[in-house]
């Protein structure tokens, strides 16, 4: 497992991730780490924008359906 060093973390950052810890139960090097564990599982807004482009939308509503429902939903 690897071991990072964060330096430079303002004050109020580091007693939030403390208090966040403390509220969870775990150490603040735990909650951290589970913090970025979750970050780095979620996709990147690239991965989003290759997999939204990559989606075949043929069978969606057209750009005037899209705006007749938008213009409807204002009357």
């Not at 807004?45 to 938008?70: H, W, Y």
């Amino acid at each position: 497992m690897a071991t990072l060093y964060i330096r430079d973390v303002p004050e109020p950052v580091a007693e939030s991730l403390k208090e966040r810890a403390a509220e969870a139960g775990l150490s603040l090097s735990a909650y951290v780490a589970r913090e970025l564990a979750d970050i780095a599982a979620r996709p990147t807004n690239a991965e989003i924008v290759r997999r939204l482009k990559s989606r075949d939308r043929s069978q969606g509503p057209s750009t005037a359906d899209i705006l007749d429902a938008v213009h409807d939903g204002r009357r």
